[in-house]
């Protein structure tokens, strides 16, 4: 189990400049299954079938995600079918979604495709959840 799963999936204090990370990059072409983590930011430009746990996380208009996506701030301008569990998500103009997002500030700009609950959360919904709900038929 990581270190990250130990504590609540998302803190609502910025951490950005704090770890010193580089942006990770899920390039084109690269299609990853399984779940995958990191403290810093996450820009997804290939296809990821599975779980990504991220502080930021950018899925670009070329990426793809079928899966759940944590993080505290989320930007989709490509396609998802999933969740999204995240305190701040932007969609951008070229997001297509499909699924659920849950969300305490949200932002979506004309044109983007939305086929998903989008349910509001309060902040103390991302800082208690301990582990996702499992998915409903």
Known sequence: MSAMAEHALIRTHARRGENGLAASRIGNGLT???ALETDGELHVHGRVLGTLRADRLVLA??????????ARDVRICGR???RVFA???ML???ADI???VFHHTMEVARGAR???RMPWRPLNFFETLEQLPETQP
């Open 32 to 34: 990853v299954t399984g």
């Open 61 to 70: 208009a070329d990426g793809e995600v079928e899966g759940d996506i944590v």
């Open 80 to 82: 998802l079918n999933g």
């Open 87 to 89: 305190l701040n998500v």
């Open 92 to 94: 951008d103009s070229t």
């Open 98 to 100: 499909k699924g659920r």
């Open 114 to 116: 939305v086929d998903a």
